[in-house]
């Protein structure tokens, strides 16, 4: 049995929940932070590959397969629950080989909050067996797992609200 740690944030975001979900759905958009290469991502990047015919939906599938640090990593992900602009899960399935974490589970919920939504975003992730990846985990992965959320959620605010406008001085 695999022990199972959670972080969760929920942020507000000035748009329709019709608009977040659509944006949030959308793999290409919530994947972004692994797709250019960052800090936090050891100057690697990791391409994405859709499995499934479909996009978005139910049982929509992807791989992520890639180098972190020369260190390959390989992983498939697939949609197991999608309620149309309200929520969506997705997690790995197979024999992901992944460096910090042996599984993850994410999770989305959108509520109406007055003209708003508030967007909660959850990941349940497990750590490697592997004593030296178990121990680098330990230390890496909530740190990840926060910067993930963070910057998932901060990503859709940042392209879905209006910035405000200032006042002349």
Same mark, same amino acid.
């Given at each position: 049995m695999?022990?199972?740690t959670t972080y969760s944030r929920t942020i507000l975001i000035h748009a329709p929940r019709e608009a977040v979900f659509h944006y949030i759905d959308d793999i290409a958009h @919530?994947? +972004?932070?692994?797709?250019?290469?960052?800090?936090m991502m050891m100057g690697s990047k990791l391409l994405l590959e859709r499995l499934s015919p479909e996009a978005t939906? =139910? $049982? &929509?599938?992807?791989r992520w397969h890639g180098r972190m640090m020369g260190?390959?990593?390989d992983f498939s992900i697939a949609v197991t629950k999608w309620v149309a602009d309200r929520e969506k899960c997705w997690e790995t399935?197979? @024999? =992901?080989? +992944? /460096? /910090?974490?042996?599984?993850?589970? +994410? +999770?989305?919920?959108l509520e109406d909050e007055g003209s708003g939504t508030r967007a909660t975003l959850s990941i349940d992730y497990s750590l490697p067996n592997?004593?030296?990846?178990?121990?680098m985990a330990r230390v890496l992965a =909530?740190?990840?797992?926060?910067?993930?959320?963070? $910057?998932?959620?901060?990503?859709?605010? &940042?392209?879905?609200?209006?910035? @405000? =406008?200032t006042s002349a001085i």
């Open positions: 695999r022990t199972v @919530t994947g +972004m932070h692994m797709t250019g290469r960052s800090m939906g =139910p $049982n &929509a599938r992807y260190i390959p990593m399935t197979g @024999t =992901p080989w +992944m /460096i /910090i974490l042996s599984w993850y589970r +994410m +999770m989305f919920h592997q004593w030296f990846w178990n121990l =909530p740190w990840y797992a926060k910067w993930c959320l963070k $910057n998932m959620l901060e990503d859709c605010r &940042a392209a879905l609200e209006q910035p @405000t =406008p």
